[in-house]
């Protein structure tokens, strides 16, 4: 089992929908999480990050956090063309180390 | 500077020549990743520093690859003899210590190895 899992997509969605992007994890004692979009040829850029159970917004983005189920996800509302990109969801392994651990990656695809 | 810096920002050698990479961190940062995507893959772990702490080698994918970190800032990834599978966008990220452990990444090293 992978320490952070996420599916690859592509993740097809029309303009104006909301997009839903998941993300296991298996260290149970993990506090920290992170949501990174990555555009084609450019390097991961952070757009969210979430420590504590419920939901986080931040304009159209909204992170969603259940440490009981182990489960990440990120929403995108009224998602745009430009959305377009991969997502990494990141994860910090508990312990002394502190080191985040990256899933693969969803593609989304926003058609207009 | 503020961000992660990294140098060179593109490098192309020969087979068999050995290269190396530079990482700037923020300023401040203690810990220091660095990472191998190739094209259309997702980020490879290579290496991770953490503090004054052993780091931590475990994705590193032969001994033909190395990396320091010298005084806790700067580090340098060198890969020896290189192949052509090398060939790769290198990127370092930095992030502080404790919860806030959001790291930062770098615009990559793309190597090209011919």
């Known amino acids: 089992q992978k320490e952070v899992e996420q599916n690859s997509g592509p993740l097809s969605v029309p303009e104006g929908a909301i997009a839903s992007l998941n993300c296991t994890y298996s260290?149970?004692?993990?506090?920290?999480f992170f949501w990174y979009r990555q555009y084609s040829g450019k390097s991961p850029e952070l757009i969210m990050s979430?420590?504590?159970?419920g939901d986080k917004e931040d304009g159209r983005f909204t992170a969603q956090l259940n440490k009981a189920s182990q489960y990440v996800s990120l929403l995108i509302r009224d998602s745009q063309p430009s959305d377009s990109a991969t997502y990494l969801c990141?994860?910090?392994?508990?312990?002394?180390?502190?080191?985040?651990?990256f899933g693969a990656g969803t593609r989304l695809a926003v058609h207009p | 500077g503020a961000g992660v810096s990294q140098s060179p920002s593109n490098k192309v050698t020969e087979k068999g020549k050995d290269v190396e990479l530079r990482c700037d961190p923020i300023?401040?940062?203690?810990?220091l990743y660095w990472y191998r995507q190739s094209l259309g893959q997702g980020l490879e772990f290579l290496i991770y520093?953490?503090?004054?702490?052993?780091?931590?080698k475990s994705g590193l994918p032969s001994d033909r690859f190395s990396a320091e970190r010298t005084g806790g800032s700067v580090s340098t990834l060198t890969i020896q003899r290189t192949q052509q599978e090398d060939s790769a966008v290198y990127l370092c990220?930095?992030?502080?210590?404790?919860?806030?452990?959001?790291?930062?990444f770098g615009q990559g090293t793309r190597l090209t190895v011919v």
């Open positions: 990220a930095s992030s502080l210590s404790g919860r806030r452990t959001e790291a930062f």
């Open positions: 260290d149970r004692g993990s506090q920290s």
């Open positions: 979430i420590y504590s159970n």
């Open positions: 990141a994860v910090n392994r508990a312990g002394g180390y502190n080191k985040l651990i």
């Open positions: 300023s401040g940062h203690t810990a």
């Open positions: 520093f953490q503090g004054n702490s052993a780091p931590d």
